[in-house]
């Protein structure tokens, strides 16, 4: 091929007349076609400067930016199969919400809502006044209020109730979540300065109330979700530090990370610590993530005494971390579904999915493993498998759920090449590689078609 010179390469003008190309315009504006258009040619422009040779016949030019376009077009965020054996992933949006929650999303997206309406006074109401009574009557507690997300509900308590002062919390309970939320660093950034004590697998009652002075203004506890600190340790009860705390005027929080909302044993599910339970014990503030194991929207929900409460939702940061009528809507929905836990579940899909029978998982997977091998031939090695699900989103890190899965190898295929493959499809499935397999992890997964690739 003939080197090309920047003269053969045609103006926008020329690109622009091509039939398809007008096509494009119409479905998307001339301007936006006209600007892709110009970024081609001129990167075009660059590439010849520097001697390379390449197609610039218009044909060329119109298919990229076709092709541009379609792929603007796209979503960015595609629903993706989840057989990576973790029912809360955190990269894949936590929770699936139950039906009842996304009617509810879609009234209050399609319509005008009585967000912050009160319909019976017809005055000014309060948005988070539509989840109080509910979240009151779940946990025992006088109050309750809402923001983003339990990273929110955190930083808004410290900046609220300790703001210029300190902070006492267990160097066994410095934790940290994926994804960058590390106590410490919450506690610094809310204003307030952090104090240790205690050691990471000793702390005592003693240590507490020997760092207790004028000048501290709040005790937090936070449930080390994602860890267990084993061996020789001892750690104080919410019980004790309430005590202390009652002693000397002081709050007690308490960071529950996922919480629960009713004791799971009853569905033969490992005991995640209950928002009750703390309440009983005597904290002023609990905190715990709407996404998590309540099997909710992304929310940070805060219940407690009124007086902590109140001043919580006067603080103006509030504003700036209050959830919209769409997390409200599905909130509401998802609350109200533990009004009747024997229920959940079958409606609850967190719930579901953490309860599904072995045997009803088995089906699925020994019909997947049969298309797969069908689809990818001989050459693959598919079986099923008794394997391990997690709950994820660091609730009960070492409790594993025994599963099904359908492992894959090839003799010479590596094994993140077939992790690519499963994830490339459209859409795309999400394994995981474990001991020298692919695995595909058969407990959220409806139809064992869903995890064969096209
Ligand atoms: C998950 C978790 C958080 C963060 O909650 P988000 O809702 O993800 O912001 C905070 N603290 C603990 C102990 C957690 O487990």
Redesign the pocket.
Known sequence: MQKNSLRELPSVDEVLRSDRLQKCADLYSIGLVTEIVRDILKKMRGKIIDGHTIDISPEKIEALANNYLEDMLKPSLKKVVNASGVVLH?NLGRAILCNEAIEAIKIAACHPVNLELNLEEGERGNRDGHLEDILCRLTGAEAATIVN??????FLILNTLAEAKEVIISRGEL?E?G?S?R?PEVIQKSGCKLIEVGTTNMTHLSDYISAVNPDTALLLK?????YRIIGFTSNVDLKEVVKIGMQHSIPVVE????GSLIDLSQFGLPSEPQVKKSIEAGADVV?F????LLGGP???IIVGKENYIRRINKNPLKRALRVDKLTIAAMEATLKLYLKPDTLPAKLPTLRFLTRPVPEITLIAEEASRLLKQRLGKDYFVEVENGESKIG???LPEEIITTKVVSITHKQIPLKKIFDMFLKNNPPILGRVHKGKFLLDMRMIEKAEDVVIK
């Open positions: 955190t997300n339990n990273a929110a509900a955190l934790v979540i994804g939320f106590i936070a449930h080390t979700s994602n960071d529950l990370g996922s905190t993530s709407g996404d998590k992304q929310a940070g989103s660091g609730s």
